[in-house]
């Protein structure tokens, strides 16, 4: 099958991408310093608890941020790529009405003392992050709604990239950023967001429209 000449779309990719991108980013800053009501402490449960704290991790963390930005770039068909952006919008607007209406709060550890990189990054990122506004996990909501984009893109390999991506969600949980109700819930909204998505697929193939793939 011919996928359409990603040159063609590429500056408009990018402004799409880095539009989200920030009013996301903005949102959610907003939100985290100005929330609407006092946020609430949601209950820890055996997991949070058993799962240490690992300073380390703070890099597979970050690594899932900026895959917000790189892996959009993934997906060759035009089609695929609305019907991901459509799941990203759907996706980030329910998180943006949870965080308004549910603000929530993270109990988190005391901050590492050590002078290595990861403890002094880690020491940096939370310097301008509250830690409010953590359920739903934008960290998983984001990268499982790009996930299913490149799994639908590249079948084969869909195992893998679901692995990576239940690997990598675990760094919520070992960074002390997230409950694991948290990564539940970011896995929800992507799950609603990509659910629109697969009707508007499903709907666009039958009106007529040509199959980009």
């Known amino acids: ?3 359409p000449n990603l040159h063609d779309t590429l500056p408009k990719r990018i402004a799409l991408i880095g539009v989200l991108f920030a009013v996301n980013s903005l949102a959610f ?15 820890l449960i055996f997991i949070d608890e058993a799962i240490p704290f690992m300073p380390w991790t703070v890099w597979p963390y970050l690594l899932m941020l900026t895959s917000n930005i790189i892996l959009p770039f993934l997906l060759r068909r035009d089609r695929l790529f609305r019907a991901v952006l459509l799941a990203y919008c759907v996706a980030i607007s329910l998180n943006l009405m949870i965080w308004a209406g549910f603000p929530t709060a993270f109990p988190r550890p005391d901050l590492p003392l050590g002078d290595s990189m990861s403890e002094s990054f880690y020491r940096w990122m939370v310097s301008f992050d509250s830690g409010t506004n953590c359920f739903p996990s934008g960290h998983v909501t984001i990268p499982t709604v790009l996930i299913w984009g490149l799994t639908v893109q590249w079948k084969k390999y869909r195992w893998w990239l679901w692995g990576a991506l239940g690997i990598s969600a675990m760094t919520i949980l070992t960074t002390k950023q997230h ?14 967001g ?9 709907r666009s193939s039958t009106t007529g429209r040509p199959n980009e793939g």
């Not at 939100?31 to 949601?42: C, D, H, Q, V």
């Not at 409950?179 to 609603?192: E, N, P, Q, R, S």
């Not at 990509?194 to 499903?202: E, F, M, Q, R, T």
């Open 1 to 3: 099958m011919k996928y």
């Open 29 to 43: 800053m907003y939100l985290n310093e100005n929330p609407f009501r006092e946020p609430s402490y949601l209950p």
């Open 179 to 192: 409950y694991f109700w948290d990564l539940l819930g970011g896995l929800a909204t992507a799950g609603v």
């Open 194 to 202: 990509i659910a629109v998505a697969l009707i508007w697929l499903n």
